[in-house]
């Protein structure tokens, strides 16, 4: 499956909807640029959905962690939510899992941003 | 009761050279800082590897019985120093394990370094080694496969010996947006397992061989790769 990206509103807080695999080429290109753009046009705070991601490699992983330092200088934040099976897996062993604030679900990880988790 | 410690004074243990009757500590040759309780902790821990040292253990060997401090606080802030010093994590060790409430355990594989210069070793091999022969010269040029024995399907490889001591810092700091800033920039590369490697050199125990990637998303590059990390070689 090639990658599909979506973007939608929950208050100030931009969250993006992530299908298919994020690899080396096309899509983990896509990816990249994508969220390159986000933190240039709309710096604020990011939330992104993996629930849907199959597949993600190194390049995915520098996509990620390369938008949050780039929103945290900015003055807004990068977080995560729903990685499962070998996403997960992969967010642990490069330890992103940690770095980046990682939630279970929209839901908790939306009341972050809210300061009530 | 613990024995004394083993007559013959200098050991190994990873890329550690420790001489117990000098009290020097050498990581790939070059003298690290390490003296008083630190030291005398390492060393308490390296006289019977693998097994239990207990806090009341290392009071009465290292603090005489008259003496009125706070314990608690000097042995916590020893065994702080002397992880800092070997790169070991609290969180993810890999030489010094705390059993809560109970004391320290050194877990990983140590060698006597006997005067011909030969080694024996003094511990049981970690499970996750057991089988594992050090690498070996004339496996240059022989091909293996990536492997992971806690059964994860990813391993990260560090392309120089510069990286692999960066990542030994970030374990040690617990720095994990470190680790994946190395990952993102591709000096940590995230290799599947089953990935086949060429060998290129194994001459450093410490580092693991240094290989070819043959396959996947970093297919050419050069990379270290821990012995641990790689199957069939014998």
Not at chain 2, 96 to 124: C, D, N
Not at chain 2, 168 to 181: F, K, R, V, Y
């Amino acid at each position: 499956m090639d990658l599909q990206i979506s973007l939608r509103k929950s208050g100030n807080v931009t969250i993006v909807d992530v299908r298919g695999r994020i690899t080396s080429g096309p899509t983990g290109d896509a990816f990249s640029a994508e969220l390159r753009r986000l933190a240039e046009s709309t710096p604020g705070d990011v939330l992104i959905n993996l629930a849907e991601v199959t597949q993600m490699d190194s390049s995915g992983i520098g996509a990620l962690v390369q938008s949050y330092v780039m929103l945290t200088r900015s003055g807004g934040s990068l977080k995560l939510f729903n990685p499962a099976g070998k996403v997960l897996e992969v967010l642990e062993v490069t330890r992103v899992n940690t770095a980046l604030a990682t939630y279970a679900d929209e839901v908790s990880a939306l009341a972050s941003f809210r300061g009530t988790t | 009761m613990r024995d004394e410690p083993l007559p013959d004074s200098q050991l190994r243990f990873d890329a550690y050279h420790v001489d117990l009757r000098t009290g020097e500590v050498r990581k790939h040759g070059r003298r690290i800082r390490l003296a008083g309780r630190p030291f005398q902790i390492l060393a308490l821990l390296l006289e019977q590897p693998g097994e239990l040292l207990t806090r009341k253990e290392l009071q009465a060997r290292l603090w005489p019985a008259d003496t009125f401090v706070d314990f608690e606080h000097g042995v916590n802030t020893a065994v702080q120093t002397l992880r800092r010093a070997l790169c070991d994590s609290h969180k993810r060790p890999r030489f010094i394990e705390t059993l809560p409430r109970r004391g320290y355990r050194f877990i990983a594989a140590v060698e006597k370094i006997q005067s011909r210069g030969a080694t024996m070793p003094v511990s049981p091999i970690p499970h996750d080694r057991q089988g594992d022969a050090a690498p070996r010269p004339d496996w240059v040029g022989r091909v293996a496969a990536i492997r992971d024995n806690a059964g994860r399907n990813y391993v990260l490889l560090p392309i120089t010996e510069e990286v692999h001591d960066e990542v030994c810092g970030c374990e040690a700091a617990q720095d994990d947006l470190g680790i994946s800033l190395l990952v993102a920039a591709e000096k940590l590369l995230l290799v599947d397992c089953g990935t086949k490697v060429r060998i290129l050199d194994a001459t450093n125990p410490a580092l693991g061989c240094k290989v070819r990637i043959l396959g996947g998303q970093f297919v050419g590059e050069r990379a270290f790769a821990p012995r641990a990390y790689l199957a069939g070689l014998s």
